[in-house]
Antibody, heavy 118, light 110 residues
Framework: EVQLLESGGDLVQPGGSLRLSCAASGFPFSSGGMGWVRQAPGKGLEWVSA????????ADSVKGRFTISTDISNHMFYLYLQLNSLRAEDTALYYC???????????WGQGTLVTVSS | QSALTQPASVSGSPGQSITISCTGT?????????VSWYQQYPGKAPKVMIYDVSSRPSGVSNRFSGSKSGNAASLTISGLQAEDEAAYYCASYTTSSTLVFGGGTKLTVL
């Protein structure tokens, strides 16, 4: 069974940093890609970033501020998103999701909340 | 990359069919057959209902179907049921190797 569990969301001041984590299990780590999608309170879905192999991709709104990466530790696969220079408009629920290709996300976590406020 | 355009809301009665449109550009929908549709209930994670324009994942009802013409795609739900009431989002792969979502459509079953 595919499981995705996000963590790391918090209240942070504008200009601050945060690292989100997603612990993934139940599928071959080498398959497809992974990504992050966010949803501001009461708003729609916004694609943030994705990684496939060694290639990384970012939405224009976060390019240069966010960094996506992966790691394998203790037989677990982890997806990370480093968030720097945070702005109020980055406030959102951040979902981790698995992609089978061309960023079609077939499995999603339950999300971790990032709030940027002074 | 601008968001795909969807109607803010659609409605229909049980048993009827509804169609949700999704308009993009030649940089996304018009170039690739990588359009997907997601269903989201309040407070829940999205669920993929259609991928690659018209393919259904295992377990998704055949009442859901998708199509594409030019720079636009559409999702049709036939035999509307109360449980279909949710938000629906289209998404498309782009020529920048990114993904763009639509603004979302709230489906109300009357």
């Amino acid at each position: 069974e595919v499981q995705l569990l996000e963590s790391g969301g918090d209240l942070v001041q504008p200009g601050g940093s945060l690292r989100l984590s997603c612990a993934a299990s139940g599928f071959p780590f080498s398959s497809g890609g992974m990504g992050w999608v966010r949803q501001a309170p009461g708003k729609g879905l916004e694609w943030v970033s994705a990684i496939g192999g060694h290639d990384t991709y970012y939405a224009d709104s976060v390019k240069g501020r966010f960094t996506i990466s992966t790691d394998i530790s203790n037989h677990m696969f982890y997806l990370y998103l480093q968030l720097n220079s945070l702005r109020a408009e980055d406030t959102a629920l951040y979902y981790c999701a698995r992609s089978t290709g061309y960023w079609m996300f077939d499995y999603w976590g339950q999300g971790t909340l990032v709030t940027v406020s002074s | 990359q601008s968001a795909l355009t969807q109607p803010a809301s659609v409605s229909g009665s049980p048993g009827q069919s509804i169609t949700i449109s999704c308009t993009g550009t030649s940089s996304d929908i018009g170039t690739y057959n990588y359009v997907s549709w997601y269903q989201q209930y309040p407070g829940k994670a999205p669920k993929v209902m259609i991928y690659d324009v018209s393919s259904r994942p295992s377990g998704v009802s055949n009442r859901f179907s998708g199509s594409k013409s030019g720079n636009a795609a559409s999702l049709t739900i036939s035999g509307l049921q109360a449980e279909d009431e949710a938000a629906y989002y289209c998404a498309s792969y782009t020529t920048s190797s990114t993904l763009v979502f639509g603004g979302g459509t709230k489906l109300t079953v009357l």
